[in-house]
């Protein structure tokens, strides 16, 4: 099989191209990278003297999924948001804090209870400054389980 990188570029059936970074003899002039998707491999075909291949075309390697340096940086672009539990006169103390800690990732029992004494003292605490479809998802995971919750858009940044 023959490699074309970039162009277009004449191949004999029996010609091979595969420079070497630094190769002075080799197409690549400068320095020479391999890049996997701008590469585009073709047969060439056994009775004919030669081929002319076309500039390539890049594909992702698992076409639908992002990479994680993608997802991460999407996560920092999107705007923060509040997810705040209110207060209620229905669910004990130990319900709420248990609740906290179930449903929030990384919530300590002293931060479960800091938050609880808070929303059940003044009205409302902070829970958790997030991502908004994180926050959705707080929010609806704390109100499935019975408390008071809503969420807003944070004027700071995040965390």
Avoid: W
Avoid at 50 to 58: D, K
Avoid at 71 to 81: A, Q
Avoid at 127 to 149: F, K, P, T, W, Y
């Amino acid at each position: 099989m023959e490699i074309a990188i970039r162009g277009k570029l004449a191949l004999s059936p029996n010609h091979v191209f595969n420079p070497k970074p630094g190769d002075r003899s080799s197409v690549c002039k400068g320095l020479c990278f391999n890049f996997g998707a701008s590469v585009v491999k073709s047969a060439a075909t056994a009775g004919r003297g030669g081929g002319l291949l076309e500039r390539p075309v890049i594909e992702k390697a698992t076409p639908g999924r992002e990479s994680e340096f993608d997802l991460r940086r999407s996560r920092k672009m999107t705007p923060p948001y509040r997810v705040i539990l209110h207060n209620d006169d229905f669910n004990k103390r130990e319900y709420v804090v248990q609740v906290l800690m179930k449903v929030i990732p990384g919530m300590t029992l002293d931060n479960a209870v800091n938050i609880m004494q808070e929303a059940h003292y003044n009205g409302l605490s902070l829970v958790i400054i997030c991502a908004q479809a994180d926050a959705e998802g707080h929010c609806m995971q704390l109100r499935g389980n019975g408390l008071l919750s809503s969420i807003e858009p944070a004027s700071g940044g995040c965390c």
